[in-house]
């Protein structure tokens, strides 16, 4: 049985590798994959040789990890560990193609098949390991620099492109000797004037989340929480309600919401960890929301408590949907201006005549909006002045005007919702093009 002492684990020398590519064709030719999608890549860093930066060669793939944060956040349990090698492994028959677990793992090692709509990664080459043979890509490295030994739990050294992450890697790396980083002498890519070098060099990789790839997750999330403040006040107010466009809203968006992934008809597989992922609590959360929600629109339950209950896992279902991002690794959203939980109570207190609190919470909005912005340009993200101007002049500071000229006439009302409409839409639009989740040697490399 897996023993966590016994746990194999991938070695690699920085001083040996040559950046030869060899491990990496020998895992494409042994798990036949297509020639640019294998499990393990090598990356070079300082391609240009910049002269005041060290070089060297850092060759990835799935470090297994004993805390691996796929296994624990993948909302279809299609992920889990081999009882005799401790091998992180993907089950394809249960895989929904969902990305998920690409986004909150810090070294990358997920790949998306999209021919088959499922991801896939390194498997330790469990049918070599049961023959008594090495991984592939160890095997047959000619300088030795990959290797395959027993997990140790002494912290990796700090090296450029390798993330620290507390999920205990098995992987050992021997970091650079002395003589082997002249005559760079002891510069890194983390050194803030030296980082411009090798941005201006580095090899463009494309992003795991656009806006491109991830719109439907867009325009599900800003639906939810459009609908959750709407039927809020609707029950807290007896404000005006169509149950039918509700209806048709909701099912719509959770409709949507299944069009990013590979594998459509196992959607319902995301359901299956609740205990542990929060991407698979924001779908529980919202489905409870809707159908008791819709029931008691079409007045199927008579009591409040019902309409209770739905308000109480819709607002559950939009702090879930913010939390799904808040565990990825390379990215701390903090107080981000674009939050669905947010957006749900602006629309309640919109639809719910709450006219301070809006005021209270646009505001409030506009100011962390501001300060994310000077936040960004600080570490070179683009300004998209544009989007900033909807989101400030018509998304905030219109609707407060209107609120204090005269917030209870209807085509005030009518102009304010729909400004409040564009903010949000314009802050979510952005929070994708900011979402980076991109591995650090992708940045350094």
């Known amino acids: 049985m897996y023993n966590e002492l016994k746990k194999p684990a991938f070695q690699f020398d920085l ?93 990358d090692a997920p790949k998306f098949n999209r021919t088959a709509g499922i991801m896939e990664k390194c498997t330790f080459c469990q049918p070599r390991l049961a023959e008594g043979l090495k991984p592939a890509c160890v095997g047959i490295c000619p300088t030795d620099a990959l290797q395959f030994g ?77 609908s959750v403040g709407w039927f809020a006040a609707f029950v807290v107010f007896s404000s005006a309600f169509d149950v039918r466009v509700f209806a048709v809203l909701c099912f719509a968006g959770m409709g949507i919401s299944t069009l990013h992934l590979g594998k459509k ?14 991407l698979s609590r924001e779908i529980l959360f919202f489905g409870l929301f809707t159908i008791p929600a819709v029931l008691y629109g079409i007045g199927f339950l008579q009591n409040t408590a019902g309409g209770w209950l739905a308000v109480v896992f819709g607002f559950a279902a939009l702090f879930a949907m913010d939390r799904v991002y808040d ?9 981000h201006s674009a939050r669905v939980l947010f957006t749900g109570l602006l629309v309640f207190s919109l639809l719910g005549a709450l006219r301070e609190f809006a005021v209270v919470l646009l505001l409030a909005k ?30 905030i500071f219109l609707p407060v005007i209107l609120f204090f000229l005269n917030g209870n006439n209807y085509d005030y ?33």
């Open 265 to 278: 008809l196992r959607a319902w597989r995301a359901l299956l960890s609740w205990k542990h992922s929060w």
């Open 15 to 107: 001083n040996r590798c040559t950046g030869c590519q060899a491990c990496a064709v020998a895992c494409t030719l042994e798990n036949e994959l297509d020639l640019l999608h294998s499990w393990r890549t090598v990356y070079t860093f300082n391609e240009a040789h910049e002269p005041n930066l060290p070089q060297f060669h850092l060759s990835m793939a799935c470090n297994h990890c004993l805390d691996a944060p796929c296994l624990k956040y993948c909302p279809a349990l299609a992920i889990s560990r081999d009882s005799v090698s401790g091998a992180v492994l993907i089950d394809g028959g249960k895989c929904i193609g969902c990305k998920y677990c690409s986004w909150v793992c810090p070294y």
């Open 150 to 226: 027993a997990y140790t739990e002494n912290r990796n050294p700090e090296i450029p492109g390798f993330p620290d992450r507390p999920v205990r890697p098995a992987i050992s790396i021997i970091a650079l000797r002395g003589n082997n980083r002249l005559p760079q002498m002891d510069c890194t890519p983390f050194d803030p004037q030296l980082t411009p070098f090798l941005s201006n060099h580095s090899r463009k990789f494309e992003p795991k989340i656009t806006l491109s790839s991830e719109w439907t997750l867009l325009l599900f999330s800003l639906i939810a929480a459009f």
């Open 366 to 395: 506009g100011i962390v909006y501001l300060r994310q912005k000077f936040t960004g340009l600080k570490i070179g993200q683009a300004l998209r002045p544009a989007l900033s101007v909807l989101r400030i002049l018509i998304g």
């Open 413 to 445: 009302k009518i102009l304010i919702l729909c400004g409040v409409v564009i903010g949000e839409v314009t802050d979510r639009i952005e929070f994708y093009l900011q979402l980076d989740l991109s591995p650090e040697w992708k940045k350094y490399g």
């Open 327 to 335: 565990v990825l690794p390379q990215y701390a959203p903090g107080w």
